[in-house]
């Protein structure tokens, strides 16, 4: 579905892999449960500027407008993995911004 495959470019994104699905699959999975490592083991500090522009075009309007919702248009909310993958992008925006905010204080 393109949602999963979307989901998995912007996690390869994150984790500085080629966001290229094969390859990222190929990357991020060799194993079961190494995709699930990986993500757990993010630290929100590492997440490298350059990720932040691709993040924002996988939540699309809402991350630009400052609403960030782990619900997917309804298109995408056929892929459980797209709609956690969502999520867990969401929180790391969030968590940024509010760093962001702290940092101004």
């Known amino acids: 579905a393109a949602a999963a495959r979307e989901a998995v470019e912007a996690a390869a994104t994150l984790l500085q892999v080629r966001p290229d699905f094969a390859h990222a699959q190929a990357r991020l999975m060799p194993r079961p449960g190494a995709f699930v490592e990986r993500l757990l083991a993010l630290e929100v500090g590492q997440v490298p500027a350059a990720a932040r522009p691709r993040l924002r075009r996988f939540l699309g309007s809402a991350a ?3 609403q960030c919702e782990a619900t997917p248009p309804a298109a995408e909310a056929s892929t459980a993995v797209a709609v ?3 999520g867990w992008v969401c929180a790391l925006l969030r968590h ?3 760093a962001l905010e702290v940092e101004m204080a």
């Open 84 to 86: 956690a993958l969502r």
């Open 64 to 66: 630009e407008e400052g």
């Open 96 to 98: 940024e911004a509010a």
